[in-house]
């Protein structure tokens, strides 16, 4: 009896263990609202990303949301996912597609990657659907060698609102502050994006007892905000084009 016990706790630990392997990304998918989330497709952003984070990732993954299927009202939230690497990366390609969202009470942020690192974001439009207190991307908590490329982040809604709690990109420690200190990231890149409105298009934050190191923002147009296009602390070897 306690062999037959002992086999079947066996055979049922190797296989909820071959799921898990089985279960982890690798390859080409798609994001189409128009279909359910099956095989290589997801419904919804958030369809990936709970994925992602149930079951990370075995080689390079690589997401295109297909063209006309949004816009998408969603908050985007990349968290921790197990296999994320300089060989494993992740590539999300927007094709132009809109993220439509107003942040929550506890995450300001449309698209937010906290404590991930090897992430691109490339050709979304993330627009500000209501005014309440939202940052278009926020990249927090020593996630590094990340990408944000040719996105268009549109605060227009928020052009003459004086409040802090409006920017276009962010890189800090906190998902309610664009002002929060401590080990943001490192080799982040934010290249070719146009910022439209908000207080500030652009802040990053860092440590002042540790630098954060070769952040690069090139090639941006940012207008008109109602304070700051850039603003810059605590960095070293930062390079702004």
Do not use: W
Request: one cysteine or more; aromatic letters at 8%.
């Amino acid at each position: 009896m306690c062999r037959v016990l002992l086999s079947c706790c066996l055979f049922l630990c190797l296989s909820l263990f071959s799921i898990d392997v089985l279960g982890q990304l690798s390859g080409n998918y798609t994001i189409n609202a128009s279909i359910a989330t099956s095989g290589s497709n997801f419904n919804s952003f958030k369809d990936l990303t709970d994925t992602l984070e149930s079951s990370g990732l075995s080689g390079t993954v690589n997401v295109n949301v297909v063209d006309g299927s949004g816009p998408y009202r969603e908050q985007i939230e990349f968290n921790k996912i197990q296999g994320l690497s300089a060989s494993n990366s992740l590539a999300i390609n927007g094709n132009g597609e809109t993220i439509l969202s107003s942040g929550s009470s506890t995450n300001y942020a449309i698209l937010l990657l906290d404590s991930v690192s090897h992430i691109t974001i490339d050709h979304l439009y993330i627009e500000l659907e209501n005014l309440n207190r939202t940052f278009g991307v926020m990249i927090l908590n020593e996630s590094d060698s990340n990408t944000i490329s040719n996105c268009t982040i549109d605060l227009s809604r928020a052009n003459n609102e004086s409040s802090s709690f409006y920017g276009g990109i962010v890189m800090g420690t906190s998902k309610t502050s664009p002002n929060s200190s401590g080990p943001t990231g490192n080799y982040n890149t934010i290249i070719g994006n146009t910022i439209i409105g908000g207080r500030t298009g652009i802040t990053i934050g860092g440590f002042s007892l540790a630098r954060q190191k070769n952040n690069v923002i090139k090639n941006n147009l940012i207008r008109d905000f109602y304070y700051r296009g850039i603003t810059v602390a605590h960095q070293e070897s930062c390079v702004i084009e």
